[in-house]
């Protein structure tokens, strides 16, 4: 099995599992600091203990590769596997079945966990048509929010990027500001495939406030897409939250 797609397969496994990030990110780190190796380096490297010593591999992602080499389905992979063999919700199925893509994820240009090249992988290997590429914008500053200049340069990178059959479409999860402004140029909006308006700050305004602002951003012209409307937090590591 190739090394690189079984850490990247157990980091999926793993925020499936809705694992701490910290945990996540030592697969991701792993599958990125070998990605440059040829096979045969690769197992230079793991036979004389080499990678074992090097930056971003660890006890546990070194197993996994050294397993991956000598052509198993590492152990820790298998368990996952076998731990996550039923669906999360046994009655949706159907609706499953009928999915085509997804427009609204977010990479590690923001406050996701991944490159696009390994979201659009995963978006493929599930089977998907097309997947958008919805990062935040610079006001949400504590989910790292894209500035113009780095939405420019995202652009140029997704542009650059083969993605076989899959449709990878330009994105941005916008905020709508309080004045039911859009947090980002017209300019830039409209050279995008999908524009998700969301509200993420003073979720507890009344209904009257919050309803003037979302109107404002449905009215834009721009908008695609009204995010998370209700506000709701149903799990997750900063607990839950009623809807707005």
């Not at 003037?212 to 721009?222: E, F, N």
């Amino acid at each position: 099995m190739d090394a690189v797609d079984a850490l990247n397969e157990i980091a999926f496994w793993l925020e499936r599992e809705l694992a701490p990030s910290f945990k996540v990110q030592a697969f991701r780190r792993a599958a990125a600091t070998i990605a440059p190796l040829d096979a045969a380096e690769l197992a230079a490297r793991v036979a004389d203990g080499r990678l074992k010593r090097t930056k971003g591999i660890g006890d546990r992602t070194f197993q996994v590769i050294a397993q991956a080499v000598d052509g198993q389905v590492p152990d820790y992979l298998a368990d996952l596997r076998q731990r996550n063999d039923q669906p999360l919700d046994t009655g949706g199925a159907e609706l499953l079945a009928q999915l085509r893509g997804d427009l609204h994820s977010h990479t590690e240009w923001s406050d996701g966990t991944v490159p696009i090249e390994v979201m659009a992988a995963a978006a493929a290997t599930l089977g998907r048509e097309y997947q958008a590429i919805t990062d935040h914008s610079p006001t949400l500053t504590v989910a790292s929010g894209l500035s113009a200049e780095r939405l420019e340069e995202q652009l140029d990178v997704i542009a650059g990027l083969d993605t076989g059959s899959l449709t990878l479409l330009t994105g941005i999860e916008v905020d709508i500001l309080e004045n039911g402004a859009l947090d980002q140029t017209p300019e830039l909006l409209g050279r995008l495939d999908v524009v998700v308006g969301s509200v993420h700050s003073k979720l507890r305004s009344d209904r009257r406030t919050m309803t003037k602002r979302m109107l404002g951003g449905i009215h834009d012209p721009q908008t695609n897409v009204l995010g998370h409307c209700t506000g709701r937090l149903v799990q997750g590591s900063r607990g839950t939250r009623p809807p707005s």
